[in-house]
């Protein structure tokens, strides 16, 4: 029998830049990619979600804090509560973190500079849907291109939340954190871009790494349900 | 009801935007021990009275207006809207 082609959503946001990024790389990887318009009340039946990069409703005011309110983010919220797999990604991070899926906020870069560049991460998790094809201690290189990428925690911030850190810290994140995912291990963010480096033509592929991991996740949950 | 709101970064929040205005203030020749940047928010809300556009606002930096992990708020009502 052939593997079921897992259903992977990608919210667009007014002010989303990289959510066509998202698609081709998920489409890429043989998931089923579904584009979700920010106004939806209710998500289509989707097995992962990914909340993409960019600059959601201007930005204004914090990064997320409006897109936070939008009613698709309500949908992602319900939909990691019943224990789906929700992954966002910078813009997405800061937004997971306004609407309170991740613990922490993510403020201006220590430099003031927007930095955009590839950064090399550890892997800290191997255990986590979206870590699956990873290795602990594996290092990956990722772009980052962000202005407020630096990470907060709250002070009971469980260590082993932290599934990626910065080997060379691009932003000032507090204990080099560069993603991170909830208690329950369902929602992950994460500063860097894993969906601009799905191909060795853009630099690097090791996004593939994480962005399959999450296809192989939901395809499970397919196969489960079957 | 007009209403002002004043959001600050924490105590113990390192406020980077902070810094680089206090080392150019000091560039400029003032000395400055310590700067801190934050946001002012102006409103104009409907509410009976003073008590209770204050407790609207403080509502909505609850909600939106601050993230209280990394930023304090104060509400200040400062009069009435101009009819």
């Known amino acids: 029998m052939a593997s079921p082609q897992p259903r992977i959503g990608v919210v667009t946001y007014p002010g989303s830049q990289d959510d066509r990024d998202a698609l081709w790389a998920l489409a890429a990887l043989d998931a089923e990619a579904v584009a979700v318009w920010h106004d939806e009340r209710e998500l289509p039946d989707l097995d992962a979600v990914v909340v993409p990069g960019g600059f959601s409703y201007g930005d204004y005011l914090r990064c997320g804090a409006i897109a936070r309110f939008s009613p698709a983010t309500a949908a992602v919220c319900e939909f990691a509560a019943a224990g789906g797999l929700v992954l966002g990604i910078c813009n997405g991070f800061q937004i997971l973190c306004e609407a309170g899926l991740l613990p922490g906020a993510l403020v201006r870069n220590e430099s003031l500079r927007f930095v955009c560049r590839d950064v090399r991460l550890t892997v800290e998790r191997d255990d986590l849907p979206f870590t699956g094809r990873c290795s602990a201690g594996q290092q990956l290189v990722l772009p980052v291109k962000h202005g407020d990428g630096r990470y907060l925690p709250p002070p009971d911030l469980d260590p082993a939340q932290v599934v990626l850190r910065y080997v060379d810290n691009p932003n000032g994140s507090v204990d080099d954190i560069a993603g991170l995912s909830s208690e329950a291990g369902n929602v992950m963010g994460l500063m860097p871009h894993p969906e601009h480096a799905v191909d060795p033509l853009l630099g690097s592929d090791d996004g593939a790494l994480l962005l399959a991991s999450l296809v192989d996740a939901a395809r499970d949950r397919v196969l489960a349900a079957i | ?83």
């Open chain 2, 1 to 83: 009801m007009k209403a002002t709101v004043l959001v600050r970064p924490k105590p113990g929040i390192l406020d980077p935007q902070g810094e680089a205005v206090g080392s150019a203030l000091g560039h400029l020749g003032f000395e400055v021990r310590d700067a801190r940047v934050g946001k002012v928010i102006d409103l104009e809300v409907e509410a009976t009275d003073a008590a209770a556009a204050k407790a609207q606002v403080e509502r909505m930096c609850e909600r939106l207006l601050a993230n209280p992990l990394i930023e304090s708020y104060e509400v200040e009502i400062v009069g009435e809207s101009a009819a």
